[in-house]
């Protein structure tokens, strides 16, 4: 497990990447272009299509949209399809696959009845620019409000659409076979810690975990809107 970080290292590095977040970056692409695979496993839902355009109309050059399910998914155009017998696990095994077969430089994930707001893509690309280096938590709406109300990581109040996570294998977490799977995977991640908690704009740093307030996507719309 990586060493714990000072705070104020990490906060000086951060003022540093904001003021370079135009110029180039790492492969000679600027942190602003870099790539998102969206995993989004199905069990074959007539939503399946709503949740993938959510995305895909702001989708930017060299994003991808990988729908991971059964034989015979009804899959809309633009997608890349990876055929996965149900484990049903709830998505464990489908977002396992998806992880593997990701070329993005980060990874975010969709159920197949949510939806991205359309601001979800921007909000992508401002943390790739601040926070390049920690997976994010956004903020969603559901039937019974906003989660998270707190910048804290617990059970049953992270969900995987909020997820924004540096595409780094070797530092991603496991899904697990439970309802809590996402949860596991963030508890399990391999990422440098930093301590104190301490903000960074409108951002909250607390342990190996970024919280940022902005709503970016809907659970069961339909509930919702």
Same mark, same amino acid.
């Given at each position: 497990? =990586?060493?714990?970080?000072?705070?104020?290292?990490?906060? &000086?590095?951060?003022?540093?990447?904001?003021?370079? &977040? &135009? $110029? *180039?970056?790492?492969?000679? +692409?600027? !942190?602003? $272009?870099?790539?998102?695979?969206? @995993?989004?496993?199905? @069990?074959?839902?007539?939503?399946?299509?709503?949740? +993938?355009?959510?995305?895909?109309? $702001?989708?930017?050059?060299? #994003?991808?949209?990988?729908? +991971?399910?059964? @034989?015979? %998914? #009804?899959?809309?155009?633009?997608?890349?399809?990876?055929?996965?017998?149900?484990? $049903?696990? *709830?998505?464990?095994?489908?977002? %396992? !696959?998806?992880? &593997?077969?990701? %070329?993005?430089?980060?990874?975010?994930?969709?159920?197949?009845? #949510?939806?991205y707001l359309p601001n979800a893509r921007q909000a992508m690309a401002e943390s790739a620019t601040v926070m390049p280096d920690? =997976?994010?938590?956004?903020?969603?709406? %559901?039937?019974?409000?906003?989660? *998270?109300?707190?910048?804290?990581?617990?059970?049953?109040?992270?969900?995987?659409?909020?997820?924004?996570?540096?595409?780094?294998?070797?530092? !991603?977490?496991? *899904?697990?076979?439970?309802?809590?799977? #996402?949860?596991?995977?963030?508890?399990?991640?391999?990422?440098?810690?930093?301590?104190? @908690?301490?903000r960074c704009g409108d951002s909250v740093v607390c342990g190996d975990l970024v919280f940022r307030p902005t709503v970016i996507a809907v659970l069961r719309p339909d509930a919702c809107l």
């Amino acid at each position: 497990m =990586p060493a714990h970080i000072n705070y104020q290292e990490f906060a &000086a590095r951060n003022a540093t990447l904001s003021r370079l &977040a &135009a $110029q *180039w970056h790492d492969g000679g +692409v600027p !942190l602003s $272009q870099k790539t998102v695979s969206v @995993i989004i496993p199905t @069990i074959g839902r007539p939503s399946l299509a709503r949740a +993938v355009t959510s995305f895909a109309r $702001q989708r930017r050059p060299g #994003d991808e949209i990988l729908v +991971v399910g059964p @034989i015979g %998914t #009804d899959v809309p155009e633009g997608c890349r399809f990876i055929p996965c017998v149900s484990a $049903q696990n *709830w998505g464990a095994t489908e977002r %396992t !696959l998806g992880i &593997a077969a990701a %070329t993005g430089d980060y990874l975010a994930f969709m159920d197949d009845d #949510d939806i991205y707001l359309p601001n979800a893509r921007q909000a992508m690309a401002e943390s790739a620019t601040v926070m390049p280096d920690l =997976p994010v938590v956004f903020r969603m709406h %559901t039937p019974e409000g906003v989660i *998270w109300s707190e910048p804290v990581l617990k059970n049953g109040r992270v969900s995987s659409q909020l997820f924004f996570i540096p595409n780094v294998p070797s530092r !991603l977490g496991k *899904w697990s076979a439970r309802r809590c799977g #996402d949860y596991e995977f963030l508890k399990t991640c391999h990422w440098p810690k930093y301590r104190p @908690i301490f903000r960074c704009g409108d951002s909250v740093v607390c342990g190996d975990l970024v919280f940022r307030p902005t709503v970016i996507a809907v659970l069961r719309p339909d509930a919702c809107l």
